[in-house]
């Protein structure tokens, strides 16, 4: 599967001319810029809009650009797939959770607390997620390189981890935790799923301390040389 342009779907439309109108009038009206940012200590007073407003406002033209593009070319062939419904649920939850670990975080950082988070880049976090756990086999045009999408993934990740090595670890948050989203939302972890892994290393750890080891049956004093039986044994 490549991945082409993707059409202009309704969702993608309304969320692209929401985020141009807020971002272009936040600049005029001060005051709601400032009851749109997402703070992480504002949680503690209560105020629950701001992990869904944040995402409409770009701090400046280039991010801006880059938060339309991205939406719709990731968010245009998402939406033609789950339909307009499942997509704008997922662009909202993946920002809002983003933004609930980003709180968390603040718990224990106070420059996380304080700081005031803006624009798109956890959803399009997410977004990538949702292609590399959905069709991991589609293809990206990294600028000019194609890349299939399962490997958006780990690139998306180390692109993000470098901002925070380099620059001022806290900014760019949101969007790590909206790869963590993306996947969750997308189906790439499940409860069950992790509960059974988390059973499988459990029982694994304790065969080990046991010092148990697994043999095989080769059938008894008659098997020929050389024949392995099917049954296994714990020793």
Not at 91 to 101: E, M, N, Q, T
Not at 203 to 230: E, F, H, M, N, Q
């Amino acid at each position: 599967m490549s991945f082409g342009m993707p059409p202009l779907t309704q969702g993608v439309k309304v969320l692209g001319i929401v985020t141009l109108v807020v971002s272009i009038g936040a600049r005029f009206l001060p005051v709601a810029l400032a009851n749109i940012a997402f703070i992480p200590e504002t949680l503690k007073h209560l105020q629950l809009w701001r992990p869904l407003t944040y995402t409409f406002f770009s701090a400046d033209p280039i991010s801006l650009i880059f938060s339309l593009l991205g939406l719709w070319m990731l968010g245009g062939s998402l939406e033609q797939t789950w339909g307009t419904r499942r997509f704008v649920i997922f662009y909202f939850l993946s920002g809002a959770l983003a933004a609930v670990a980003t709180f968390l975080v603040g718990l224990v950082a106070p420059p996380v607390a304080v700081f005031p988070y803006v624009g798109n880049w956890a959803a399009l976090e997410a977004m990538v997620a949702a292609f590399a756990v959905m069709m991991p086999d589609a293809t990206f045009f990294l600028y000019i390189v194609p890349v299939q999408a399962k490997w958006m993934l780990p690139i998306s990740g180390g692109i993000t981890l470098l901002y925070m090595i380099m620059g001022v670890w806290y900014v760019p948050l949101p969007a790590l935790f909206g790869l963590g989203a993306g996947i969750l939302l997308a189906g790439g972890v499940s409860p069950g799923h992790f509960w059974l892994r988390a059973r499988v290393w459990w029982i694994d750890r304790r065969l080990r301390r046991s010092k148990l080891r697994v043999v095989r049956d080769i059938g008894g004093p008659d098997a020929k040389p050389g024949a392995r039986g099917s049954d296994k044994y714990l020793h």
